[in-house]
């Protein structure tokens, strides 16, 4: 196997959307992934994915509001092996960076295990709550979150219904221009 440079790794700007707050009793109800190139910041891959619930009696009120989830819309979902298999794909040798880490990294390593398949990711994780704190603090932002940040860079905040394809590019657009500044 050759060994990738890490600066020549792309970056998989990723977002989920889950059942609820606990990775491995909530679970995955869509992932979003921009692939990025890390030099250039052009747009590689983008991929999305509904999946499908094991256990619906778990989902979480609040969560449902965020998301959206309902079944109507998630009929046509992946089982969650199919769908991981294809993020690892495309993900492979690039290194995880996500708005929320904790969070979304959580769950995607929660889905490795889950269904058995060796992450082919690099093990190194960007923080762009991080990044933007070092950034922008002293500028006068006062909360990190996806929505203000986004609007101190003067970019549209996420819609009320979040979809992990909308979070994954708009934590994509915000990476861009706190890496430019």
């Given at each position: 196997m050759v060994h990738m440079e890490y600066l020549?790794?792309?970056i998989a700007v990723t977002d989920v959307e889950t059942s609820g707050l606990i990775a491995g009793h909530h679970e995955i109800v869509e992932i979003g992934l921009v692939?990025?190139?890390q030099k250039s910041f052009k747009?590689?891959?983008a991929y999305e994915v509904k999946t499908k619930i094991d256990h619906p009696e778990r989902f979480d009120e609040t969560a449902r509001g965020l998301n959206?989830?309902?079944e109507a819309?998630?009929?046509?979902a992946k089982p969650l092996f199919k769908a991981m298999v294809c993020y690892n794909t495309l993900a492979?040798?690039?290194i995880f960076c996500s708005h929320n880490v904790t969070f979304d990294w959580g769950f995607?390593?929660?889905a490795y295990k889950q269904i058995g398949l060796k992450n082919l990711m690099d093990?190194?994780?960007?923080d762009i709550p991080t990044m933007a704190w070092l950034k922008l603090m002293s500028r006068g932002l006062k909360s990190v979150s996806l929505d203000n940040v986004a609007k101190f860079l003067g970019l549209e905040p996420e819609p009320p219904i979040h979809r992990a394809i909308n979070g994954a590019m708009l934590a994509y657009e915000v990476l861009k221009r706190l890496t430019n500044m």
């Open positions: 020549d790794r792309p692939l990025v190139d747009i590689l891959n959206g989830y309902n819309d998630w009929a046509d492979k040798e690039a995607i390593d929660q093990y190194h994780r960007l």
